[in-house]
């Protein structure tokens, strides 16, 4: 068996170019080629779409002053429910490192505590008027 050395690397380069041979067979090869229909097809669907999307932000940028309380009154309570959730995750790590021995300030432990246990009441007392309106305006004759 004999093979064929190359002495320098641009008769290397000239003998094999696997990256410009590739190139060739597909520049030869018909199944690349995109049909003119197709891609007209394809322009208009996408315009299409497009334009439904403008059309769906319109819509939405006209929104009804109920929806604008519901949503402002939604954001409210969201942003209530987080804050309550955070003052108990910060008493959780404050006792966490009272029990590990941590030196801890007890009155700030209790304060938190009680910040807790306060936002906590008042959650609920909303969710029960909240509830209360609810059944009221589903009672009420129309």
Not at 27 to 44: E, I, P
Request: glycine share 4%; proline share 1%; charged share 20%.
């Amino acid at each position: 068996m004999q093979f064929n050395t190359i002495n320098t690397m641009q008769g290397f380069q000239t003998q094999f170019n696997p990256i410009q041979n590739y190139n060739n067979f597909l520049k030869g090869n018909a199944s690349l080629q995109v049909n003119n229909d197709f891609q007209n097809d394809f322009d208009r669907m996408l315009q299409n779409e497009m334009e439904a999307e403008k059309n769906q932000s319109k819509k939405l940028n006209n929104i009804s002053p109920v929806s604008g309380l519901m949503n402002s009154i939604e954001n409210a309570f969201s942003n209530g429910l987080n804050d309550v959730n955070e003052k108990r995750l910060q008493l959780e790590a404050m006792q966490e490192a009272f029990a590990r021995g941590e030196d801890v300030n007890i009155h700030d432990m209790m304060i938190a505590s009680e910040k807790s246990m306060l936002s906590m009441q008042m959650a609920m007392q909303l969710r029960n008027k909240m509830i209360s309106a609810y059944t009221d305006l589903k009672n009420m004759n129309m």
